[in-house]
């Protein structure tokens, strides 16, 4: 399984609507535009990807800041909040 942290920076509030319904589907929300979403296969993201780039086709290109950061198990295991207490685990 692969997980991904996902953030995005849209300035249309329309579009960062639909954006957040859709990543809420699957993912967990963390922050107002920052999801944690865990993936069984690449075919699933990249179908999300293809579902992002749908949603965002309209959209100025400068508007269209979506990032995935790929999180493995060290890299999780080492994350933490500001308090020092872990993330959820994915």
């Keep these: 399984m692969k ?7 849209i300035q249309d509030d329309k579009v960062r ?6 990543l809420e ?10 999801f944690e979403c865990s993936f069984k296969t690449l075919d699933r993201k990249l179908a999300l990807e293809t579902q992002i780039k749908h949603i965002l086709k309209k959209s100025p ?11 493995n198990k060290d890299t999780i ?3 933490h909040d500001i308090h020092g207490n872990p ?3 994915l």
């Design 77 to 79: 295991k080492q994350s």
């Design 17 to 22: 609507a639909r954006l957040s319904r859709l």
């Design 3 to 9: 997980h991904y942290l996902i953030c995005f920076d």
């Design 61 to 71: 290109l400068e508007e269209r800041n979506v990032r995935f950061y790929n999180l």
């Design 87 to 89: 993330i959820a685990q």
């Design 25 to 34: 589907k699957v993912g967990q929300r963390v922050q107002g535009s920052v």
